[in-house]
């Protein structure tokens, strides 16, 4: 079992910073045994991943964000974090830490609860 935990979210203006932080806890280095991603939603939205990293390291990024967003992982401190900078009004919604392990027929994936984003003046 996994519990992600996010943190980091709040208000901010346009063409400032915040860094989302993830707590993946659960038997072993979450962080290292999945593939580590970040979702948003925006109100009246769907789900769209905004950022992945792989448990080789590969990172892989939305156009939208694509220059500004960077994703990263800590083994030692068992952290995900997605480092946001020139944000948007459009940036605003909720940001969902995601952990995915993939195997032939099936799978595990998790989610965080969720942290609030919204950039404005």
């Known amino acids: 079992q996994v519990r992600l935990v996010e943190s980091g979210g709040g208000l901010v203006q346009p063409g400032g910073s915040l860094r989302l932080s993830c707590a993946a806890l659960?038997?072993?280095?979450?962080?290292?045994?999945?593939?580590m991603a970040w979702y948003r939603q925006a109100p009246g939205k769907g789900r769209d991943q905004v950022a992945r990293?792989?448990?080789?390291?590969?990172?892989t990024y939305s156009d939208s964000v694509k220059g500004r967003f960077t994703i990263s992982r800590d083994s030692a401190m068992g952290t995900s974090d997605l480092q946001m900078n020139n944000l948007r009004p459009e940036d605003t919604a909720v940001y969902y830490c995601?952990?995915?392990?993939?195997?032939?027929?099936?799978?595990?994936?998790?989610w965080g609860q969720g942290t609030q984003v919204t950039v404005s003046s």
């Open positions: 990293i792989t448990r080789r390291g590969t990172t």
């Open positions: 659960g038997t072993g280095n979450v962080v290292n045994i999945y593939d």
């Open positions: 995601n952990a995915r392990r993939l195997y032939p027929g099936y799978g595990y994936d998790y």
